[in-house]
């Protein structure tokens, strides 16, 4: 679905939150699922089961988040970048005034994820 998109900046996002907002309402469906008196009933009768699905369910929620907080900085990244390449400036540098290559944040980013 998305190898057709140029890049995360432009469709591509659209796309993505797309697919982050089904996948956000599937993890409440299953929350409200997992609350249903059929739900309750199978949990007594299993509870190492029904506390198992409700880790998996947490673990799911945790995923989501996590993800979504890695693309929102990659797409806020790539939008300094574009940003950065559009602008008129010719003072643009890769490096700091001590010389030092500066990061923009893309190396801190690989420890998130």
């Not at 940003?83 to 010719?90: G, I, K, M, P, V």
Request: charged share 35%; net charge neutral; glycine share 8%.
């Amino acid at each position: 679905m998305l190898r057709g998109s140029n890049g995360l900046v432009g469709q591509g996002v659209g796309d993505l939150e797309e697919i982050h907002e089904e996948k956000s309402e599937q993890i409440e469906r299953l929350e409200t699922l997992a609350k249903s008196p059929e739900a309750t009933d199978e949990a007594r009768a299993h509870p190492e089961r029904a506390q198992h699905l409700r880790e998996k369910i947490e673990r799911c929620k945790q995923l989501q988040y996590r993800n979504h907080q890695v693309f929102s900085r990659i797409v806020a990244a790539q939008r300094r970048i574009i940003t950065a390449l559009r602008s008129s400036d010719d003072d643009i540098s890769i490096y700091d005034r001590a010389g030092r290559t500066r990061d923009y944040g893309i190396g801190r980013l690989g420890d998130r994820a």
